[in-house]
């Protein structure tokens, strides 16, 4: 698996965690080419159905990424991301893929640093667990589940 | 005028497909003075001969309920399909997957491992577990279809005209199916013969939901005694409503039981992750210890918002379009 290279899908809502990695770029701070940025105006707005549907299209790992608990744009989108993704993770190992595989995280429009070091970070454990492989009955990635 | 023939077939099912056609009631007579099933193993003593006799598309309609989980399941769907001009997929089980697909949360080997190995019911001290290809003491082939590592639906094997979701159609359902399609009044191929809204547009109880649902917990049915009046979701138990198909006439909300979901996904193939988009909607709580006291509710997330689509989702069906 040493030249594994991960796709991964960040979704990230247009007022905080998108620029963040504009705020990222600003400062010169690099982060994987691995992850794929897909903008929307709020987290709230991301419907687990895209989160599978990434997964299904051949993201080997997906972000979710939006505004630091109380600081919505839209004052409660991301609770509702969060009470989601939530549920969403509780789900997703019963259909033997690694939670390891998905990540919520807040990042603000400040946080360049904290973008970088997301996205490094889930480049690296999605590397380790290798490429997703969606058989149609659950294969056993996740034994110890 | 000639009668019209037609062909009724099960697949992995529980037979309550073919029920549903004999819950037609009185109204069966009405179908038999127009239709000859020229087979219909439930209820006939018919001969894969005597389809394979029949000229292609020399079947008017084809009714094709369960899903697809053996080599001779996706064998007489393709037969049948080749005999007849029309295929409607009848049930949730062809339509989506149904039951049966929910094996797909398990793998094959751990199924036989569980229902021929270590079932507690089980005595089985050789450990025989099905072949496709074995001998008998004589020396005899013999021979078992194969069994599928997927549960697939039926769009999965074959072509399909026209879908009839439900866990099982009822008679109502069936009526103005058979009569669409018996008058050929028929809408747009690979149309789902039912309304595009979700239940819970129909539902009587839709009244007593509020603006603004806020659900603090889910409540278990064997824990509570549920309100015959309010809206489900509004009294924290788990109703499938928004993510589910309209049509059926709401039989178990009228029986105080919440939707399960077996008419299946509407406006999108995945039911499930649209349910769980709804729930995190609606539910209170913005603090990590609140929202996970609030899910643990919910012990089994997938079963629950797949129990009838798991082969239409995303993730409990196979990538048919990537070569392993």
């Known amino acids: ?145 | 005028m000639p009668k019209v023939k037609a062909a009724i077939y099960w697949c992995s099912s529980c037979g309550g497909c073919d029920e549903s056609i004999v819950d037609l009631g009185e109204r069966i007579l009405a179908v038999r003075e127009l239709v000859d099933f020229v087979f219909w193993p439930c209820a006939m003593d018919p001969k894969l001969s005597d389809v394979e006799a029949l000229a292609d598309g020399e079947i008017v309609v084809s009714l094709i309920n369960g899903a697809i989980r053996t080599s001779e399941q996706e064998e007489m769907s393709k037969l049948l399909r080749r005999k007849s001009q029309l295929v409607v997929a009848f049930g949730s089980c062809a339509c989506t997957g149904g039951i049966p697909a929910l094996a797909n949360l398990k793998s094959k080997a751990s199924i036989f491992d569980r229902s021929y190995l270590h079932s507690p019911t089980n005595v089985n001290p050789d450990g025989v577990v099905p072949m496709e290809h074995s001998k008998t003491a004589e020396g005899y082939p013999m021979e078992l279809p194969a069994f599928y590592d997927t549960v697939y639906q039926l769009d999965d094997v074959i072509d399909v005209d026209y879908y009839l979701p439900g866990c099982s159609p009822n008679g109502d359902m069936v009526f103005a199916a058979l009569s669409a399609i018996l008058s050929g009044k028929l809408p747009p191929k690979g149309s789902v013969l039912l309304p595009d809204v979700a239940l819970c547009q129909s539902c009587d109880r839709n009244a007593t939901k509020p603006e603004t649902l806020t659900i603090t917990e889910f409540k278990r049915l064997i824990h509570v005694q549920a309100d015959p009046t309010q809206c489900f979701l509004n009294q924290g138990i788990l109703c499938m409503g928004p993510a589910t198909r309209s049509g059926c006439g709401y039989p178990c909300i009228q029986g105080n039981m919440p939707c399960t979901g077996c008419m299946g996904p509407v406006g999108s193939k995945d039911q499930g992750a649209r349910m769980l988009s709804a729930l995190g909607g609606v539910m209170e709580g913005e603090s990590e210890e609140q929202i996970a006291k609030a899910l643990d509710g919910i012990p089994d997330p997938a079963g629950t918002f797949y129990r009838y689509s798991m082969s239409s989702s995303f993730l409990g069906s196979k990538r048919k379009e990537v070569k392993p």
């Open chain 1, 1 to 145: 698996m040493a030249n594994f290279e991960p796709s991964i899908v960040a979704f990230v809502c247009n007022w905080c965690s998108y620029g963040g990695a504009d705020s990222a770029g600003g400062q010169k701070l690099a982060y994987p080419a691995n992850v794929r940025l897909v903008r929307v105006m709020c987290s709230g707005r991301i419907d687990p159905e895209h989160v599978v549907a990434a997964f299904r299209e051949g993201a080997d790992g997906v972000m979710v990424m939006g505004c630091h608990p109380g600081n919505c744009h839209y004052r409660n989108g991301n609770h509702k991301t969060l009470r989601r993704f939530r549920l969403f993770e509780r789900m997703l190992f019963q259909f033997g893929i690694d939670k390891d595989r998905f990540m919520l995280e807040w990042v603000s429009a400040g946080e360049g640093q904290k973008f970088q070091e997301v996205t490094m970070a889930m480049t690296e454990r999605v590397r380790n667990l290798g490429p997703l492989v969606i058989s149609g009955s659950v294969a056993q990635e996740i034994s110890h589940a």
